[in-house]
């Protein structure tokens, strides 16, 4: 195990719909990012927040959204949901944004759009 | 197009037979490739790291190679298991990470 977990392991919504996923950091890690994971591909990157402030974004549009807290959790904020919204979720947390720094990854939430 | 392109797709071996992933990337420069298995519905889990200098790093019954002039990485898996059965992840980094879309390994026996 990695130390780091996610909630909830599953969620079905409608299109239209918002929906909230929460990360919690291995203790002291001041960095986390999120990625989307479609069926068969490699993870895409989210975005990534450092010491509660974003510090790189992939190509996403602004429905998606993050907040990182002082005890080292997170979450991902998506508006208005859209089918293509459908994916495997994963937060990784990290010391800080070097890459040479090892992520740990949570083991997901699966999101089902209907 | 990705920048990280891996081979085969997907690979069927026997409990106990070699294999050998493929990974090309076209990110230059880039400061470390890392190697992830990802079981079904988990997180990935890191493997193996090597900075764009080495050359080779392993850890257990899996060796990555890095070839850097020809872009070029390779994940070897000897002596397989069942438990080996999941996705193999190729990851390139230089201020973010660039994934692969992975192999999907299965070991029967």
């Known amino acids: 195990e990695t130390g780091v977990t996610q909630s909830p392991t599953h969620l079905i919504k409608t299109r239209g719909q918002q929906v909230t996923l929460r990360c919690s950091s291995q203790?002291?890690?001041?960095?986390v990012s999120w990625y989307q994971q479609a069926l068969g591909q490699g993870p895409q990157f989210i975005f990534q927040?450092?010491?509660?402030?974003?510090?790189g974004r992939g190509n996403f549009p602004p429905r998606f959204s993050g907040l990182q807290f002082p005890n080292y959790s997170s979450e991902l904020n998506v508006n208005a949901l859209e089918l293509d919204d459908s994916a495997l979720y994963l937060c990784?947390?990290?010391?800080?944004?070097?890459?040479?720094?090892?992520?740990?990854f949570g083991p997901g939430t699966r999101l089902t759009v209907l | 197009k990705n920048q990280v392109e891996q081979s085969p797709q997907s690979l069927i071996i026997l409990e106990g037979k070699n294999c050998t992933l493929q990974?090309?990337?076209?990110?230059?420069?880039?400061?470390?490739l890392r190697w992830y298995k990802q079981d079904t519905g988990r997180g990935p889990v890191s493997l193996t790291i090597?900075?764009?200098?080495?050359n080779t790093k392993s850890n257990g019954r899996y060796t990555a190679t890095l070839d850097a002039d020809t872009k070029q990485s390779s994940l070897h898996i000897t002596a397989s298991q069942l438990s080996d059965s999941a996705s193999y992840i190729c990851?390139?980094?230089?201020?973010?990470?660039?994934f692969g879309a992975g192999t999907r390994l299965t070991v029967k026996p």
């Open positions: 990851v390139v980094s230089l201020r973010d990470m660039r």
């Open positions: 090597m900075t764009f200098s080495e």
């Open positions: 203790s002291g890690h001041n960095t």
């Open positions: 990784a947390s990290s010391l800080d944004y070097s890459s040479y720094n090892e992520q740990f």
């Open positions: 927040y450092y010491r509660e402030e974003e510090n």
């Open positions: 990974c090309n990337y076209t990110v230059s420069p880039f400061s470390n």
